[in-house]
């Protein structure tokens, strides 16, 4: 597994990790007064079907979903969120893995880079040479309100 570290400019140390953190500085903090962040692991070899995403220092017991995109973007509290989008482009949604982020404010996913779920069409399979961006978004709270937040980004080049 990747190694966390907040002495790291994403949040993690990269001896394990693949793809690239970013966005961390446009990330806002969520209820537990830090940012959530979010780190890829397993291969960047489309034949190996070996990728996992996990997002860390969300708030305890809340539920969230990975979203996806071929771009990189910045969209500043979407929907009234209390957190902004880092990601461009058509934005897929693997709303069929939503998951609690349990007492550790932990959400891991394993994708399946055959089965990237999108706008339009529903599903694509990752291709050689492309570059995908991952981000989580996940329920908060601000003031006693009922809000959302987003993780930092990160991003993976296959072959």
């Not at 997002?55 to 990189?72: E, V």
């Amino acid at each position: 597994l990747c190694g966390w570290s907040a002495s790291s400019a994403f949040g993690f140390v990269d001896d394990d990790c693949i793809g690239a953190g970013y966005g961390l500085q446009d990330t806002n903090p969520n209820s537990t007064g830090l940012k959530g962040k979010i780190a890829a692991w397993g291969s960047t070899s489309v034949s190996d079907n070996d990728l996992t995403i996990e997002a860390r220092d969300l708030p305890r017991n809340a539920f969230g979903f990975a979203l996806n995109a071929p771009d990189r973007g910045l969209l500043i509290n979407p929907g009234g969120s209390s957190g902004n989008i880092l990601l461009g482009g058509p934005v897929g949604r693997f709303q069929q893995a939503v998951a609690s982020s349990g007492p550790e404010g932990i959400i891991t996913l394993d994708v399946d880079v055959t089965m990237i779920p999108r706008p339009s069409p529903q599903f694509v399979a990752i291709q050689p040479g492309e570059t995908w961006r991952f981000q989580f978004w996940h329920r908060d709270s601000a003031g006693g309100s009922a809000t959302s937040n987003f993780t930092s980004a990160v991003e993976v080049t296959f072959d």
